[in-house]
């Protein structure tokens, strides 16, 4: 089951705002620098310290430009919208090569619970918490998965895409804002920035520390059982040279009549039905951000259960998982690396 990102505006990610007791020395002549504002359809928050004030607006403004006319299924004249209307020989860029590769191994590791080729089903849906889902006939389901599978693209050593089927609709939403993040990250380390927190629609990569706070940064994951207009927070972590995705349903979830149970529709993309699954919000830990995004996008569709069998086989990955069981409350299930990062005060 794939959960599209598009579907996940309600998730929040609280920076650089809770304190951590820490005790260092903070750089000398460090100046903090703060950015602010929208791209790739969200809005993004950059805070960093680094002894020369730095004018970087141009520069964003380039990443965030490359990578729309890479990826952006948004953008008409990109080069996935090309592809995704049907022409061929689009040599697409390095940073399109990147998350395709991505993709693919979480798509393998994922058993093909995680694939960007879904969106077809999704738009046929309509998928929303009001649509009917039993809208798609047996027959008019089959006619659709001819174009859903990852397996069916293959990427050429001179960087062009050829796809199986013309009809196969790619979008790599679900990963490429970790992405957008991971980039921005590599250019702060090329400018010797050394203590950064950056944030793109609630997908983040933390280095070094706050030194305005002489504390480490510390982010929040929301309670996915408040109520409109009363914020509460589930947890506070502290995120040291990681990335840090988190996806949810919460505020779309419905309520089994029978057991009460809290459920949130995603799409299987290897039946093509819509299944429920009892995970509300995933926050995951990893190296880069492109695969924490990625694989939260991954353990959002494939369930509870299934996604703690695939963390068994994954290095480097750590979770934060809020999933419900029956009528009981919302429970929570935290890896030890996780579990190391919470800040308890």
Known sequence: MMDYKRFKSWLFVVIGCLAFAFTGCE?????EQVYTGTALGTTYQLKFFHPEELD?????????????????????????????????????????REVFQYSEKIYKQSDG???????NLVNAYGFGPDKNLDSLSISEIDSIMQYVGFNKLELTSDNILKKQHPGIYIDFNAIAKGFTVDVIAR???SKN???????????LVAKGINQGRQQPWVVAIDDPQQTEGNRIFQATLKLNNR??????????FRIDSSTKERFVHTINP???????????????LAENCALADGYATAFMAMGF????????????VDVYFIYTEADEDAKVYTSQGFKDALNVE
């Open 193 to 203: 920035v050394e203590d950064y927190l950056i944030e793109l629609g609630g997908e």
């Open 187 to 189: 250019f702060l380390n």
């Open 270 to 284: 290897l039946s093509g039905k819509p299944e429920k699954s009892n995970l509300l919000s995933v926050s995951v």
């Open 243 to 252: 990335a840090m995705a988190t996806s949810g349903n919460y505020r779309k």
């Open 27 to 31: 750089k000398e002549g460090a100046n």
């Open 113 to 119: 619970y995680f694939d960007p080729t879904v969106g």
């Open 305 to 316: 259960e299934k996604s703690k069998e695939m963390l068994r086989n994954l290095e480097d």
């Open 56 to 96: 970087l607006e141009k520069s964003l403004d380039s990443i965030f430009s490359v990578i729309n006319k890479s990826m952006s299924t948004y953008q008409v004249d990109s080069d996935i919208s090309k592809i995704n209307s049907g022409e061929t020989g689009i040599k697409v860029d390095g940073n399109f």
